[in-house]
């Protein structure tokens, strides 16, 4: 479900940040591993390595994408307090927000942020906190 349908079903407008919008993968994006590997032999093996610091050519890395993402969506819950927020996003963001906010390492959800996936997070005495995830493949018996 996009954002607009979200908003649509509850009456709400749509407000673009920038700072959610997906990690710029440069030469990798929408390349297979295997078309980047054949193009750019040893890429995937270097970004394998050190996926946090890692930066494709003419893209970013996830410590990039984080520095943008994070503060916006902490922003989010101060500029709210006490309001449901929905945000809209794609996974690798979901991971990097999941990551700060837990302190475990992203490759530890995997496979769970995936399409149709729902990640909660509240704040109460000054901290977010993770909450629960929530995929629509598992729930269909998938994963």
Request: proline residues 4%; glycine residues 10%; negative net charge.
């Amino acid at each position: 479900m996009t954002a607009e349908e979200i908003a649509k079903l509850h009456g709400l407008k749509v407000e673009h940040k920038p700072e959610f919008n997906e990690i710029d993968f440069g030469v990798m994006d929408g390349f297979t591993g295997d078309e980047v590997e054949k193009s750019y032999p040893g890429l995937i093996e270097k970004r394998n390595k050190d996926k946090e610091h890692f930066k494709p050519p003419e893209g970013e890395s996830y410590a990039e994408a984080r520095k943008r993402t994070i503060p916006t969506f902490k922003k989010l819950f101060d500029s709210h307090p006490g309001k449901t927020i929905v945000v809209v996003m794609h996974g690798v963001l979901m991971k990097l927000i999941f990551r700060e906010i837990t302190g475990k390492n992203i490759d530890e959800i995997g496979e769970h942020v995936g399409f149709g996936c729902r990640m909660t997070y509240e704040k109460s005495d000054g901290k977010i906190r993770f909450v629960s995830i929530e995929n629509d493949r598992e729930s269909e018996g998938k994963t």
